[in-house]
């Protein structure tokens, strides 16, 4: 996840695209008699709650205890505040002998590079951080593209042609889902659009819930969000409205809510780099994976969702799979907010411009960070 630092991307142009499949399984190494497992530690920025960006990560912890056994000894600390906080419990963690430590927040990148200089035999993964070093290694998902997705399953399901969006701060991840979740709502329902509320924090339940009842209060018949916990989700089950789950299928608490979920699959990624430090074969790099990776997957679809819609929405990920969709390619030429083209007809952003967005799409109510 990302903290407010929407100015500092430039250099996350260097994010390479994970090679198809990258993920999705792991030869295992044998340990040899007696060896000790590698320690591998986690930080996680909001508590651990039943679903939700932590709640992700935690799956792939566990994953890697599943798929490494008595190789490794895992251990986590939730609720850690980006800042002097994340600095001092990677530091600890390190201290304490953990080899391998994965740090999933934008806001841990910093302290992580910090951290890193002082134990150079240790190996560090930034989750959605974009620096890199000889020890650390960074890593991403093209959130965008299961947000196109949803989008779609938005626009066929919307009775007022008009969304909403709890976003958490104004920077291009955010701004990426929000205009790929327009675009894809507008390639199905051209009438749609998209009311955003900023709440300039990522795990704060009161106001999470509160934004998504002031757009429902203002005819929105279905929610998306950016931010770290359920309330989105209960508060439209509450109100008899339509949500979209982020992170993780949020079923238990919005049975009838949940339109589709867009959800992160770490495990694959995390077992395979703790397997590298196993076979000493890590080394450092950046990682952008996609559906076409297995990192990022919409399903999970509601009772109330048709069979065609939800064909129409699998048709499409199987082909931004195979490269044939992209959400920011323009068939025609593609306008912001405010009126000025950013996409050319026939075009298609590179990495790079998705990586430094900083505008929301024709159809977006609403400004960059208000």
């Known amino acids: 996840m990302y903290k407010n630092l929407a100015a500092t991307f430039v250099a996350a142009c ?48 566990q994953a890697v205890d599943a798929a490494l056994g008595k190789q490794v000894q895992t251990t986590y600390v939730e609720n850690v505040a980006e800042g002097p906080d994340a600095e001092r419990v990677i530091r600890d963690l390190a201290r304490q002998g953990h080899k391998l430590i994965f740090t999933p927040s934008f806001g841990y990148m910093e302290p992580t590079l910090k951290v890193a200089q002082e134990f150079p035999d240790v190996k560090f993964e930034s989750i959605t951080g974009y620096k890199t070093a000889a020890n650390v290694a960074a890593a991403n998902a093209r959130y965008y593209e299961g947000r196109y997705l949803a989008g779609i399953a938005a626009g066929r399901m919307t009775q007022s042609n008009l969304a909403g969006y709890v976003a958490g701060f104004p920077i291009p ?38 934004a998504a009842m002031t757009l429902f209060n203002q005819n929105v018949d279905v929610v998306a969000f950016h931010t770290g916990s359920d309330a989105v989700m209960v508060a439209a089950q509450e109100r008899g409205k339509f949500a979209v789950a982020y992170h993780s299928d949020m079923r238990k608490v919005a049975p009838d809510a949940q339109i589709v979920a867009v959800t992160h699959q770490w495990g694959g990624y995390y077992t395979a780099r703790t397997q590298a430090v196993l076979n000493g074969t890590w080394t450092s790099g950046s990682v952008w994976g996609g559906v076409k990776d297995g990192m990022i997957r919409v399903g999970d679809f509601g009772s109330k969702v048709p069979k065609a819609v939800q064909a129409e929405v699998l048709k499409a990920q199987k082909a931004i799979a195979a490269g044939k969709l992209h959400p920011f390619y323009a068939a025609q030429a593609v306008l912001d907010n405010e009126g000025k083209e950013v996409i050319a007809k026939g075009q298609t952003l590179s990495d790079a411009q998705i990586l430094g967005m900083h505008w929301l799409v024709a159809g977006v109510q609403g400004k960059v960070g208000r």
């Not at 399984?25 to 044998?30: E, G, P, Y």
């Open 173 to 210: 991840e955010v701004l990426q889902g929000i205009n790929a979740f327009t675009l894809g709502m507008r390639s199905v329902n051209s009438r749609a659009e998209v009311k955003v509320v900023w709440l300039n924090a990522w795990f704060d339940p009161t106001r999470e819930r509160d």
């Open 14 to 61: 260097c994010l390479l695209a994970a090679p198809q499949g990258a993920f999705s399984q792991t030869s295992l190494a044998k340990v040899a008699p007696g060896a000790e497992p590698l320690k591998v530690g986690f930080v996680y920025v909001a508590p651990l709650t039943p679903a939700g960006w932590v709640h992700q990560h935690e799956l792939g912890r």
